[in-house]
C-alpha cells in the first residue's frame, strides 16, 4: 500500500483565500484523523471520522474550518477564508479500527505545510 | 483533560550510545502510541503499546499502565534516530482521540 496521501505537500497563499487540503487514507482503513502542528500548540486533533461519519469535531478550531469525507478513500480540510495564524502542518492519519489493539495504531500522511500570508 | 509529560525535552547523544525517553499520564488509559518525526516531518508509528514491553530491533518499549508511565529504549543509536519523539495517548473510554506529550527532540551526533 502506498500509506495515506496527503495533497497538496506544500500551500502559500494570502489571507482570505480559500485553502482545501486532501486525503487519501490507507484502504480499508475504517478510522481518518485530520492534525495540525505547530510550534506554539504542538499536535493536535481537529476532527476524526469512522466509516465516513464525522464522529468527533471539537478540536476544529472555529467555523471557517470544515472536514468532509465523501466516501471511504477521499477526505479533505478546508479553510475559508484562511488567516496568517492557520498557518502549520496539517496531518492526516488512519486506522483500522477500535478495541485496544493493534488495530488502533495510527499511520500519518506526510502533511501539508501551509503558509498563509 | 489528561496530561501528557515528556523527558528530557532534549537530548545529545554520540553515536552508539543507549538512551531512555520518559512519557508520563496524568489518568488512566486505553491506548499508547510512540512515534518518531524524522528531520523531514514525517510521524512514524514506533509502537502501540498500552501495557508491557515490545521490543522491534535497536528500539523497545515499556508502558506501567498502573504508574501512568511509558519508556522507550533506543540502544545503539545512529545518526537516523534522530528527530523528535512523542507519546500519544488515548483516556481510557472508547474515543479513539490521541493526546500527544510535547516531545523529545533526539540528536545524534557521528
Known amino acids: 500500500d502506498a500509506g495515506v496521501i496527503q495533497s497538496p505537500r506544500h500551500e502559500v497563499t494570502e489571507m482570505g483565500q480559500e485553502v482545501t487540503l486532501r486525503c487519501k487514507p490507507i484502504s480499508g482503513h475504517d478510522y481518518l484523523f485530520w492534525y495540525r502542528q505547530t510550534m506554539m500548540r504542538g499536535l493536535e486533533l481537529l476532527i476524526y471520522?469512522?466509516?465516513?461519519?464525522?464522529?468527533?469535531d471539537s478540536g476544529m478550531p472555529e467555523d471557517r474550518f470544515s472536514a468532509k469525507m465523501p466516501n471511504a478513500s477521499f477526505s479533505t480540510l478546508k479553510i475559508q477564508p484562511s488567516e496568517p495564524r492557520d498557518s502549520a502542518v496539517y496531518f492526516c492519519?488512519?486506522?483500522f479500527g477500535q478495541g485496544e489493539t493493534d488495530q488502533e495504531t495510527q499511520y500519518f500522511g506526510p502533511g501539508t505545510r501551509l503558509l498563509v500570508l | 483533560g489528561i496530561q501528557v509529560e515528556q523527558s528530557p525535552p532534549d537530548l545529545i547523544l554520540q553515536e552508539g550510545a543507549n538512551s531512555t525517553l520518559r512519557c508520563n499520564f496524568s489518568d488512566s488509559v486505553n491506548n499508547l502510541q510512540w512515534f518518531h518525526q524524522n528531520p523531514w516531518g514525517q510521524l512514524i508509528n514506533l509502537f502501540y503499546?498500552?501495557?508491557g514491553t515490545k521490543q522491534n530491533g535497536r528500539l523497545s518499549a515499556t508502558t506501567v499502565a498502573t504508574e501512568r508511565y511509558s519508556l522507550l529504549y533506543i540502544s545503539s543509536s545512529q545518526t537516523t534516530d534522530s528527530g523528535v519523539y512523542f507519546c500519544a495517548v488515548e483516556k481510557g473510554g472508547a474515543t479513539n482521540k490521541l493526546i500527544f506529550g510535547t516531545g523529545t527532540l533526539l540528536a545524534v551526533q557521528p
Open positions: 492519519a488512519s486506522s
Open positions: 503499546i498500552p501495557s
Open positions: 471520522f469512522n466509516n465516513n461519519v464525522p464522529i468527533d
